[in-house]
């Protein structure tokens, strides 16, 4: 079916477009920008006052099917996306059994075809995120992997990384490094320092991050391969990636909403929601870290959405699960604590959020340029709502904003020329 946009504010940075016009919209494709476009049929979508944008891009997302469907399925994943404006979301392999070869692979991809978003899987750097021995990466190239990565499990052995990078330079694709040293941060729930100290809980020290950063910096310099750093958390972290991409080394890298809006002291021991991992870190960090957003050291936000059944997060907070669920309440966030403050311009927001993650990962990507791939989020940046748990769509409820005021919700997604949400609601 054929759509018709009017009115809206076209937005995409990539392409630089920042107008006022219509769209039409036939098949996959956008067939037409101006005005008046002749149109004939019913799906008309009056857009005035608001901001017709590419389609969001997660490459950073905890889906849990296969063997976690409890916590969260590919299909209630894609919903929370298409609810939260995103059309294409990346899903790390940590699940049971994890992504670390093709039969599973293919199995992600007939579940992820009946999602109402492009679901694409990352496959695991090791077999079994065991960190031992590398997974045949032509195999689970040709399953359809768009990365490797063992997030959740750190790759200790450097000669084992330094082959996935040699490997990454090879075929094109990158590795996807969760930083994190477990010697340092063992035990650890929250962030080291006097926040830590005065709860009486056992902190996860920067350090932590910041060896395995340097560790992973100084291989990628070595082999050339495509690095990229996930869920970056702090201020030292920034600077070694800053350097070393003025330095050319080939490194890309990916922040959260969470490590950009809360710091440590959000910690209380009667909130869960408050414990992830790389952990809250300090308000230094979190000004290190918008800096970094504004002078593009920083290549992309990602929400790194990890829902946990409500039983797991009621356990104490030394024995409940890190994470927290994103993907509903990102753009509503960033527009509101970011745009809206002055931190960022809404093009500057848009492109880390569409086209830098999707280019990446070698991703298709909305365009608002006739002939440009059909996957379009409409916002309405004066729309208001409370960020209410219950009615989310994906199956987990943990995030540590339920209550919060915010402006700027996405109110359609567009997947290939098809709407999959309206108003809110996401159509099966």
């Known amino acids: 079916m054929d759509t018709l946009i009017t009115g809206a504010r076209l937005l995409d940075p990539a392409n630089n477009v920042d107008i006022h016009a219509d769209v039409l919209v036939s098949g996959e494709r956008i067939v037409a920008i101006g005005y008046n476009l002749p149109f004939v049929g019913n799906n008309c979508i009056d857009a005035r006052d608001k901001v017709l944008i590419p389609g969001l891009v997660d490459i950073h997302v905890h889906l849990r099917e296969p063997g976690r469907e409890h916590k969260e399925t590919i299909q209630s994943g894609g919903r929370a996306a298409a609810a939260g404006g995103y059309t294409a979301v990346c899903a790390m392999p940590n699940t049971w059994p994890p992504l670390d070869n093709a039969e599973i692979l293919r199995y992600f991809a007939n579940k992820a075809s009946h999602a109402p978003v492009r679901c694409y899987p990352i496959a695991t750097i090791t077999k079994g995120q065991r960190g031992q021995e590398l997974t045949p990466v032509l195999d689970l190239m040709a399953a359809g992997a768009v990365a490797f990565s063992d997030d959740g499990e750190p790759v200790s052995e450097a000669f084992v990384f330094r082959e996935a990078l040699q490997q990454s330079r090879i075929h094109h694709l990158p590795v996807i490094a969760h930083c994190e040293d477990k010697r340092l941060s063992a035990q650890?729930?929250?962030?080291?320092?006097?926040?830590?100290?005065?709860?009486?809980?056992?902190?996860?020290?920067?350090?932590?991050?910041?060896?395995?950063?340097?560790?992973?910096?100084?291989?990628?310099?070595?082999?050339?391969?495509?690095?990229h750093i996930a869920h970056v958390s702090t201020a030292l972290s920034i600077?070694?990636?800053?350097?070393?991409?003025?330095?050319?080394?080939?490194?890309?890298?990916?922040?959260?909403?969470?490590?950009?809006?809360?710091?440590?002291?959000?910690?209380?021991?009667?909130d869960t929601n408050s414990k992830m991992n790389p952990p809250l870190r300090t308000a230094q960090d979190v000004h290190a870290l918008r800096l970094a957003l504004k002078d593009k050291v920083i290549d992309c936000i990602a929400t790194d959405h990890a829902p946990h059944h409500a039983a797991e997060k009621a356990l104490p907070y030394q024995d409940a699960p890190f994470g927290i669920v994103g993907l509903e309440t990102a753009l509503p966030l960033l527009i509101t604590h970011l745009v809206n403050t002055g931190v960022l311009a809404l093009p500057e927001l848009v492109q880390l959020m569409s086209s830098n993650p999707a280019g990446i990962l070698n991703l298709p990507r909305g365009e608002i340029v006739p002939g440009g791939l059909a996957d379009l989020t409409l916002v309405d940046l004066h729309g208001v709502k409370t960020v209410t748990p219950g009615n989310f769509y994906s199956l987990g409820q943990n995030t540590p904003f339920a209550g919060l005021t915010l402006w700027g919700w996405p109110v359609m997604t567009m997947v290939n020329g098809k709407i999959v949400m309206r108003d809110g609601v996401v159509y099966e």
């Open 188 to 227: 650890g729930v929250m962030h080291e320092g006097e926040r830590s100290a005065l709860l009486s809980f056992k902190g996860i020290p920067a350090a932590a991050e910041e060896s395995m950063v340097a560790r992973d910096l100084e291989l990628a310099k070595e082999t050339g391969g495509r690095l």
């Open 239 to 270: 600077q070694m990636i800053r350097e070393a991409k003025a330095s050319g080394i080939p490194v890309t890298c990916e922040v959260t909403p969470h490590h950009l809006l809360l710091t440590d002291e959000f910690v209380t021991p009667t």
